[in-house]
């Protein structure tokens, strides 16, 4: 069965505090894994994906990095408009739709 | 560009009830999706459709109906509903791509 945890549940940091989340899986086969941020009231909005171990992307202070077990969101400096619920999910190999299997999600807190 | 649009935002319904919610997306995607979003669990797969005319079962279907009978809609039906349906209900779309899922703003309901 295909797993997903992340850790910390939730993350408190100052701004300009840097820090990382964890995303650990357990699939058959990896197709692709995705980060999303949530914000409160709010669908998912999409951030990276990744496919192979050893790709890093980044998007403004967020780099995602990827290892056969595990994914990092790198958040450096921080601003309090960062705050959110960031979400990993994973996409397994043989699925014929894009299904994803979400993690429980990591709820960060930037204060100013 | 609308994107994906969920109809109601809020609903409260008796148990025992039915009702019906409504995913349109203005993209052309093929696949769609409903998920169920309960504190503690993440994001779980009810029903998704990798097409017009399809539907197939995720994670959660139990006491849920869908249909695809045009590309840009997906309905969710609950025939009778129960307090453990309370939750909020997220629909996606994606492309036969690995761009990721657009999400909807989400349906919050709940079963008193």
């Known amino acids: 069965e295909d797993q997903v945890t992340q850790s910390p549940e939730a993350l408190r940091l100052q701004e300009g505090e840097s820090s990382s989340l964890n995303c650990s899986y357990t699939?058959?086969?990896?197709?692709?894994l995705f980060w999303y941020r949530q914000d409160p009231g709010k669908g998912p909005e999409f951030l990276f994906t990744l496919y192979s171990a050893g790709e890093e992307k980044e998007k403004e202070r967020l780099k995602a990095t990827l290892t056969k077990k595990e994914s990092f969101l790198h958040i450096t400096a921080p601003k309090p408009e960062d705050s959110a619920t960031y979400l990993c999910?994973?996409?397994?190999?043989?699925?014929?739709?894009?299904?994803?299997?979400f993690g429980q999600g990591t709820r960060l807190t930037i204060n100013p | 560009n609308a994107g994906v649009t969920q109809t109601p935002k809020f609903r409260v319904l008796k148990t025992g009830q039915s009702m019906t919610l409504l995913c349109a997306q203005d993209m052309n995607h093929e696949y769609m999706y409903w998920y169920r979003q309960d504190p503690g669990m993440g994001l779980r797969l009810i029903h998704y459709s990798v097409g017009e005319g399809t539907t197939a079962k995720g994670e959660v279907p139990d006491g849920y109906n869908v249909s695809r009978l045009k590309k840009q809609n997906f309905l969710l039906g609950l025939e009778s509903a129960a307090p453990s349906q309370t939750s909020v209900y997220f629909c996606?779309?994606?492309?036969?791509?690995?761009?990721?899922?657009?999400f909807g703003s989400g349906t919050r309901l709940t079963v008193v």
């Open positions: 699939v058959s086969g990896l197709r692709g």
């Open positions: 996606a779309s994606s492309e036969s791509g690995d761009y990721g899922y657009t």
């Open positions: 999910a994973v996409q397994a190999l043989g699925y014929g739709a894009q299904k994803l299997v």
